[in-house]
């Protein structure tokens, strides 16, 4: 698993040379990008995204995936709708997330990655039930144009999204069924959304995943759900990790952790994540020797 750990930029620094600098001194492998200086990953220039990959590589490492806000939007301006983080990035419509898309996928071809991570539109009442075949619709023209340039579309269990949840993503993608769109895996957004990731959430997208994203929560005095370091939280990550591995899995895995320390920084926060994570693989290797 080390030789497949990554991590998204902005979860250590807004300046993207700091977080490369991290990120190869940690023995990391890869990394994701979702904002640079502030700005959102599709705002970057030709010649932005040219100097970061060179950058990445002069450390030995490589971008993974474009963790875009495609389909982050409404999927009808009309209805009432949740909303989340849109990592600097403004409401836009359907129509006009296409276009992102398409960018965000000359980026990849720049940044020399075939991944691009998006969502299911924000979450509306019911939206399985009620939304299913136009939610399906939207991701499988997307997943057209993505088979057309070589893309692979990473479908993100998001609770402010339609797809929330693993039983709701799974049923998407198995929906659209297209090679060219598979889930991206995030226990912790599970946990968030108060759903057990393990065994449950992971049974229902077993198979249909091709990037995992972690990050770990613990409910707060009242309750509500905390960002903390990887390994101290409620994510059951020794018993996923090792499903993981007799399912055989192959794909990635990018620290996302969210976890600020109180007084700190992102940069001590991700590395206190990266302890806790290689405290546990370090734990999983030597139960298996």
């Known amino acids: 698993m080390h030789d497949r750990l990554g991590v998204i930029t902005d979860e250590v620094s807004s300046d993207i040379v700091a977080a490369l600098d991290f990120a190869a001194a940690k023995g990391l492998k890869h990394v994701e990008i979702?904002?640079?200086?502030?700005?959102?990953v599709l705002a970057l220039s030709n010649e932005e995204?040219?100097?970061?990959?060179?950058?990445?590589?002069?450390?030995g490492l490589y971008v993974s995936c474009i963790a875009s806000p495609v389909f982050k939007c409404a999927l009808d301006a009309s209805r009432?709708?949740?909303?989340g983080d849109r990592f600097n990035q403004e409401e836009r419509s359907v129509h006009e997330h296409f276009s992102m898309l398409e960018r965000a996928m000359e980026l990849g071809e720049r940044l020399g990655t075939n991944r691009i991570r998006i969502?299911?539109?924000?979450?509306?009442?019911?939206?399985?039930?009620r939304f299913e075949a136009e939610i399906v619709r939207q991701l499988t023209r997307a997943a057209r144009l993505a088979e057309a340039r070589g893309m692979l579309l990473l479908l993100e269990n998001e609770p402010s999204c339609n797809g929330g949840f693993a039983e709701e993503v799974a049923?998407?993608?198995?929906?659209?069924a297209s090679p060219a769109l598979r889930v991206l895996w995030d226990p912790g957004n599970e946990q968030y959304g108060n759903r057990p990731c393990f065994p449950d959430g992971y049974a229902a997208v077993r198979g249909m995943l091709a990037h995992v994203h972690l990050k770990d929560v613990q409910p707060d005095a009242e309750g509500k759900p905390r960002?903390?370091?990887i390994g101290s939280g409620s994510v059951p990550y020794a018993k996923q990790f090792r499903a993981l591995q007799d399912d055989g899995y192959t794909g990635l895995f990018t620290v996302?952790?969210?976890?600020?320390?109180?007084?700190?920084?992102?940069?001590?926060?991700?590395?206190?994540?990266?302890?806790?994570?290689?405290?546990?693989?370090?734990?999983?290797?030597?139960?298996?020797?």
Do not use: Y
């Open 171 to 176: 049923r998407l993608v198995r929906a659209a």
């Open 119 to 129: 969502f299911s539109f924000w979450r509306e009442g019911e939206p399985i039930v």
């Open 227 to 229: 960002a903390v370091p």
């Open 49 to 59: 995204a040219d100097h970061i990959r060179a950058e990445a590589e002069r450390r």
């Open 34 to 40: 979702r904002t640079v200086d502030g700005r959102n």
């Open 256 to 289: 996302e952790t969210h976890f600020v320390p109180k007084g700190g920084t992102a940069m001590e926060g991700t590395a206190m994540s990266l302890d806790g994570l290689f405290a546990l693989l370090d734990q999983l290797h030597s139960e298996t020797r």
């Open 80 to 83: 009432q709708v949740a909303e």
